[in-house]
């Protein structure tokens, strides 16, 4: 155990040597098997999304099986943050939040994943208190190659996880198009030891097609189909697996470019999706009463982006609108009953339009500020009488309509000499309550086993964010430091209702959705690289989250100390590297939220990919062995602790004419 940490320590404390941006504080992954990127999984093309997300920094995910994990930015959950693809406004139908949006695009279909860490969101965030995410679909482009083709195939032995895509693209001055397939299946896995964990296992399919057309020289339309449907997917730490989520998503834009010396460009795009989501409890033994939970997301929208230059600033205003309707109800059958019917989101509509900006300046040649802000309004309606009505037992003067504003604003400062880069930055933003935790009906958390009722009277959520990094390069050495720093008002966690009954089987009681006075949570991260070669090379990081409520008890979910190390070795088309990874103890668990502690855990993954040209042709193998020691351990994001894989022996083959 303490070696792993004293060579992430004397490692300087790194894992990546990210392109510094001197304005927008973004990182960024390209996963394209076309181009180069600096933070990819190590398993290349057939990694899944959530394999990418987790090489990136601030980036946590909270996992409930072994499909569709759950992004978490600078530790906070789905409700803090902004997902959107393509900038496209898109919400889960999961009322377990079984569904990320994340777990509806493929690697084959994505080129980039762009984080933006807290309140310096993209222009189509809203709510973004932790960060934002943009998942940004890969395309052809103009005059590329005319005719490209890629074929991918993987297998995982533990699991026996099968990865099969395909994908072609094809390109000229006027017109392009890429399209194609991924085929995931994959059995129970085997944790360390060699027991097998039941209901992990699942099956996905994802098809897409993205084409453009040149109308004019600085003319171009647009447009993206994605079909993605998952099924028979285990969920072993929730008592319901998935029998299907399906979603359709389309969007068409039209971009025009300017010669002008202000304006660059005038991009506006409209956009569709549909999420159907069915829970599934028909396969596990024992239920005692057998529920139907099927949800489903509707969402149209627009944005309308404008791009400007000056000499010193670079200025972008952005027009979005959308309008989102949630439901999800419940049967239940009892045995020798009736069958037993709830309303667990009431149909609620949202339509939200808000504006937005940001300029990065530029003050001297080795000194720029940022500035950025948004403003939303959101209107509510609670579509479904039996869903509003039985709300309204327990909130009498509640009402079917509601209407909220917020927003935010931040500003970053950046100088950077010729070893030195300094970043300081600070905002505020507020968020509106989400769907569930204004709306939700005995909604149960297998988490803490609480039913959990939403409270329409919520405030608004607001934050004071302050951040600091710094970065260090000479020669072979690069050092990052960097820490935020979150204050909470109002902020929104179920508290425990002693007055109300449960009705879920088992449930510990009932919580309903409360405002705290303040909370606040602070990460910290430091990194390096040193170049011991010019082939080899020691990263290394380590970092460290810690969260409080207004009592000054530890918030769940919250990332104890973690680190990892990598010694990587880089010649010719030869790649490979050797990983030391874990967590330590956690020490600020919550069992005030049900949550236990999480012991400390060490692994060693060990990855060679081999890349070959012949002529027009690639060939690019990639095997690895993760987990090597076969080590039995959860982490503090496994959701009821489910043990993460054992060994895990992977091979997978990328080809590309």
Not at 536 to 563: F, T
Request: charged share 20%; aromatic share 10%; proline share 3%.
């Amino acid at each position: 155990m303490l070696t792993p940490i004293f060579l992430s320590i004397i490692g300087c404390l790194s894992v990546e040597s990210d392109t510094i941006l001197l304005s927008r504080n973004l990182d960024e992954v390209v996963i394209s098997s076309i181009g180069t990127g600096k933070k990819r999984s190590a398993k290349g093309q057939v990694a899944s999304i959530d394999e990418h997300l987790r090489e990136l920094s601030h980036v946590e995910l909270i996992r409930r099986g072994s499909y569709a994990w759950e992004p978490v930015v600078n530790n906070m959950q789905t409700e803090r943050l902004s997902v959107t693809i393509d900038g496209m406004k898109i919400f889960y139908a999961c009322t377990d939040k079984m569904d990320p949006v994340t777990s509806y695009v493929e690697s084959g279909n994505l080129q980039s994943i762009n984080l933006n860490s807290g309140l310096a969101g993209n222009p189509q965030s809203t709510g973004n208190i932790g960060g934002s995410l943009d998942l940004r679909l890969r395309r052809a482009g103009f005059a590329g190659h005319p005719w490209r083709t890629n074929i991918s195939v993987g297998h995982e032995f533990n699991g026996h996880l099968q990865v099969y895509g395909a994908d072609a693209s094809v390109s000229t001055t006027k017109a392009y198009t890429n399209f194609g397939a991924f085929v995931r299946h994959a059995e129970n896995y085997k944790i360390g030891g060699g027991d097998e964990l039941e209901f992990s296992q699942f099956q996905k399919v994802n098809a897409f097609s993205n084409f453009g057309f040149r109308l004019s020289e600085n003319q171009v339309i647009e447009g993206t189909v994605i079909y993605d449907c998952a099924t028979d997917v285990g969920y072993p730490a929730l008592a319901m697996d998935v029998a299907k989520a399906e979603a359709i998503i389309a969007s068409l834009s039209y971009r025009h470019t300017y010669v002008d010396k202000f304006i660059n460009a005038w991009e506006t795009k409209v956009y569709a999706n549909r999420l159907i989501h069915n829970m599934d409890d028909t396969k596990r033994p024992e239920v005692l009463i057998h529920m139907d939970m099927p949800g489903s997301s509707k969402t149209v929208g627009l944005y309308s982006l404008l791009s400007a230059t000056t000499e010193r600033h670079t200025l972008r205003f952005n027009y979005d609108v959308y309008y989102n309707r949630l439901f999800a109800d419940m049967t239940m059958y009892p045995d020798e009953a009736a069958p037993m019917y709830m309303v667990t989101w009431p149909d609620v509509g949202s339509l939200c339009s808000g504006v937005a900006f940001d300029d990065d300046i530029q003050l001297l040649h080795n000194l720029s500020v940022g500035i950025s802000g948004k403003v939303a309004a959101q209107h509510q309606r609670l579509n479904n009488d039996e869903g509003y009505n039985a709300q309204k037992v327990f909130f009498p003067h509640m009402q079917n309509n509601y209407s909220q504003l917020t927003g935010r604003v931040a500003a970053h400062l950046a100088w950077f000499a010729s070893d030195w880069q300094i970043n300081l930055g600070g905002g505020w933003g507020s968020r509106a309550p989400s769907v569930t935790e204004a709306y939700g009906y005995y909604l149960n958390n297998t988490f803490d086993r609480f039913d959990y009722i939403g409270n329409p009277h919520l405030h608004n959520e607001s934050a004071i964010e302050a951040n600091a990094s710094g970065a260090f390069h000479h020669g072979a050495l690069t050092l990052n430091a960097d820490a935020n720093a979150f204050f909470f008002s109002n902020y929104i966690i179920g508290r425990e209702e002693t007055r109300l009954s449960a009705m879920t089987i088992g449930a510990a009681g009932v919580k309903v959705y409360r405002n705290l006075a303040n909370a606040r949570i602070v990460n910290t991260s430091l990194t390096a690289q040193y170049d011991i070669m010019q082939s080899l090379s020691l990263r290394a990081k380590l970092s460290y989250g810690l969260g409080r409520d207004d009592d000054g008890d530890p918030l769940p979910l919250i990332a104890p100390m973690e680190y990892s190390t990598t010694l990587a070795y880089v010649r010719s088309h030869f790649k490979a590297q050797l990983t030391a990874l874990g967590a330590a103890k956690q020490v600020n668990y919550a069992p005030k939220y049900a949550e236990s502690q999480t012991p400390a855990y060490h692994i060693i993954n060990l990855n060679t990919e081999y890349t070959k040209a012949l002529g027009k042709h690639s060939i690019t193998l990639i095997v690895g062995i993760e987990n090597l020691l076969d080590r039995n351990y959860s982490t503090y994001s496994d959701w009821n602790n489910i043990p993460q894989k054992g060994r895990n022996l992977y091979a997978n083959v990328n080809w590309t004419w």
